[in-house]
């Protein structure tokens, strides 16, 4: 096996200056990029601090006891989060996901749950507010969520067999515990519930089939993610990529599959139906099959950059304009101008591309943007 090198660097990358146009682009909730693509969903990042060391996320040689996270008057408040929010609201966002790190680390998060619950579309319709999570907070935290207008959740949950679980978290955390989790998310009325499960080849993959039979059945939708070439820290190797085809194959030859409709323009998963009626399983094939065609996805970070892609190397700062004294006609307006130039799609580009030498841009780390 070829050695791995792990980059010791910081995540946090320099962000552009995000400028106000000098003719106001006025919000009418029909935003869209240089490819035609809406503004639909902002996942935002509330805290860049996360309680495990998934090696595929925060490896523990990187973020380890010395790691400097960024200091509190650094990360927006929630009145920040919530103001920015509403502009990207105002040009057609619907679903706003909470991520972090660990979302559920960001103390007293079920205030801004309530101040984001309050908002509405451009339609008057009340938004789709998510929140993805390890699922180790979540037993205590369950209740209170949902009362404070949390729709429903994601677990993060890379396997069954604790041993396993207990060497992909990095930090000994039983499986039992986010287990107990899913069940108070479940008993909350936080629904319906997606587990999400990254499956890294020769680590992982002996538990795709146990997490189906499991989740077979409850109502949970268990969803199987490529591991992705995120950031520079995870020590990404495309050997470890176990495709989504190879998954649906495998569950299919126990568990007979037909493959569903997406639910929703834009969805990243792939949805297969048990014949039996049994529930689903979709499975997230960013790798082997891009779906950047219909991304309608933005990334708010911990301290308030703007990333137009999980594979960004780079992000606008909306932190300077908020604190700046800049009015919400000029924030939404900023925003507006920086999605009508988005052109990413990285996934559609990543087989043309040359081998990382080191040498080009670093992407920004998905722990700071969330998944």
Not at 154 to 169: E, Y
Not at 268 to 281: I, L, M, P, S
Not at 304 to 316: D, H, M, P, T, V
């Amino acid at each position: 096996m070829a050695e791995r090198v792990i980059p010791l660097i910081d995540q946090r990358l320099g962000a552009l200056r995000a400028g106000v146009p000098a003719t106001p682009i006025a919000a009418t909730g029909l935003l869209s990029d240089t490819l035609g693509r809406p503004l639909r969903d902002l996942r935002i990042s509330v805290t860049d601090r996360c309680n495990f060391r998934c090696s595929y996320c925060m490896p523990k040689e990187v973020f380890d006891k010395d790691y400097p996270y960024l200091p509190h008057s650094d990360l927006l408040t929630f009145e920040e989060i919530t103001r920015v929010a509403k502009q990207f609201v105002a040009h057609g966002v619907r679903k706003i996901r909470l991520t972090g790190g660990e979302p559920l680390l960001r103390k007293n998060i079920e205030v801004l749950i309530e101040q984001l619950a309050a908002l509405r579309t451009v339609e008057g319709e009340p938004l789709d507010i998510t929140l993805t999570t390890n699922g180790s907070l979540l037993a205590r935290k369950a209740a209170s969520l949902k009362a404070a207008g949390l729709q429903r959740v994601t677990v993060s949950l890379d396997g069954l067999q604790d041993d396993v679980f207990r060497a992909m978290n990095d930090v000994d955390f039983p499986v039992a515990d986010v287990l107990r989790g899913i069940e108070a998310a479940r008993e909350a009325g936080l629904g319906p519930i997606k587990v999400n499960m990254v499956v890294k080849r020769g680590t992982n993959d002996n538990e795709i089939l146990p997490m189906a039979r499991h989740f077979k059945g409850t109502g949970i939708v268990l969803r199987f993610i490529e591991y992705m070439d995120v950031g520079a820290t995870n020590g990404w190797r495309m050997d470890e990529v176990l495709p989504s085809a190879d998954v649906v194959k495998l569950i299919n030859a126990e568990l007979p599959l037909r493959q569903l409709d997406a639910s929703a323009p834009g969805e990243t998963a792939e949805r297969w139906g048990y014949a039996d009626g049994g529930g689903e399983v979709g499975v997230i094939s960013s790798v082997t099959q891009a779906f950047c065609g219909g991304c309608n996805r933005a990334r708010l970070s911990t301290e308030g950059q703007l990333y137009l892609c999980l594979f960004a190397s780079q992000g606008w700062d909306l932190r300077s304009l908020v604190r700046g004294g800049a009015g919400d006609e000029e924030l939404a307006s900023a925003i507006a101008h920086i999605w009508q130039g988005r052109g990413d799609r990285y996934s559609q580009l990543r087989s043309t591309m040359p081998p990382d030498t080191g040498g080009g841009a670093r992407r920004v780390e998905m722990s700071y943007i969330g998944g």
